[in-house]
């Protein structure tokens, strides 16, 4: 929800180089090759006693396996991994063989590749309530410089003025990245995740019953009695499960943002259904060629998705009302909070 009207929405354009980049990628580089060479030496001298039959060192250097490219948090790092030779193999146990702990075979991407990056999206709706995908990009998802380019990068393509309201899930970086770029924005966490990472601290056998209270809390008619169930589900899980407890309590606040909105806008700030509904499609498609394409042409193609899907986004139920919210007409407990004339 914004002041301004819709903006362009800009394609992925192909990575680019930059001087700092280049700079960290060879001091990467640089430091890697410096700790394989460490990594080798320690392996050799480990059989520097052993000897052939002709008396000459057993285990020695062997030149480098081909250079292949590792992708990292800055891009791609090119590097060569030493190779070691066994010149008299024991027939019984077989050749000694040198294989880098830092850099196994076939390890194409460093782990905080493989567990961390993801798209990045944000959607957002007009002022006359229709849902627009305004950016999309891979990155890091708990990265705040990830978030904080993708935001900047929004507000300098006409986005000036703070969203009223910003709703997502758990993802650190995003919110430390709002507060900077848009630091008036208010939060709203989304209720699916929330319920998601409670439910995973507490027993299975607990967990029907657990998702029910939940569902009390932000299903309340307001904010009086959304507090009394909340209020409830710490008293009785408390003691037994302090995480899961935990894990609800410490975003009491942004988790009944909503109410503060009009009613009929509720059904669709609670959570981020918006984008995990449309983006289903977009990781079956993904997943089914994932080894077929780079990150590049993935995150092209996931664009071209949302935007074939946004063609069949509805608009806000209650749109009429968003221009209130943009003039800052006050909400309570999701009815216009009447002012009496003076």
Request: glycine share 6%; aromatic share 8%.
């Amino acid at each position: 929800m914004t002041k301004d009207n819709v903006i362009e929405f800009k394609k992925p354009e192909p990575f680019t180089d930059d001087p700092l980049t280049d700079v960290l990628r060879t001091g990467a580089r640089t430091l890697l090759t410096e700790a394989l060479e460490a990594e080798i030496e320690g392996f050799l001298s480990q059989y520097r006693d052993l000897r052939d039959h002709q008396d000459r060192q057993r285990v020695v250097r062997n030149g480098y396996l081909p250079e292949r490219d590792i992708q990292t948090g800055i891009g791609h790092v090119a590097v060569k991994v030493p190779r070691a030779r066994d010149r008299q193999p024991d027939h019984g146990s077989g050749p000694i063989r040198f294989t880098s702990c830092l850099l196994p075979p076939y390890l194409r991407k460093t782990k905080s590749m493989e567990e961390r990056q993801c798209l990045l999206v944000i959607i957002g709706a007009t002022g006359d309530g229709k849902k627009e995908l305004l950016a999309l990009d891979s990155g890091f998802r708990e990265s705040e410089l990830s978030w904080t380019e993708l935001l900047i990068d929004l507000k300098h393509r006409g986005l000036s003025s703070a969203p009223e309201l910003a709703i997502g899930d758990c993802a650190l970086g995003f919110w430390k990245a709002l507060t900077k770029v848009y630091h008036t924005t208010r939060w709203q966490r989304c209720w699916v995740h929330k319920t998601a990472n409670v439910l995973n601290q507490l027993p299975k056998s607990m967990q029907a019953k657990a998702k029910e209270k939940l569902h009390q809390i932000w299903m309340a008619p307001d904010t009086a009695e959304a507090q009394r169930h909340f209020d409830d589900f710490i008293s009785i899980y408390e003691a037994k499960y302090p995480k899961a407890a935990e894990c609800l309590k410490k975003d009491r606040d942004v988790l009944l943002t909503f109410y503060d909105f009009p009613a009929e806008h509720w059904r669709h700030i609670r959570t981020t259904n918006p984008i995990e509904s449309t983006f289903s499609t977009v990781r079956l498609r993904t997943a089914k060629v994932r080894s077929c394409f780079s990150s590049k042409t993935v995150v092209t193609m996931a664009c071209k998705l949302c935007q074939c899907a946004q063609k069949r986004w509805q608009r806000l139920y209650g749109y009429r009302k968003l221009g209130k919210v943009i003039q800052g007409v006050k909400f309570v407990n999701g009815i216009e909070e009447m002012r009496n004339a003076a």
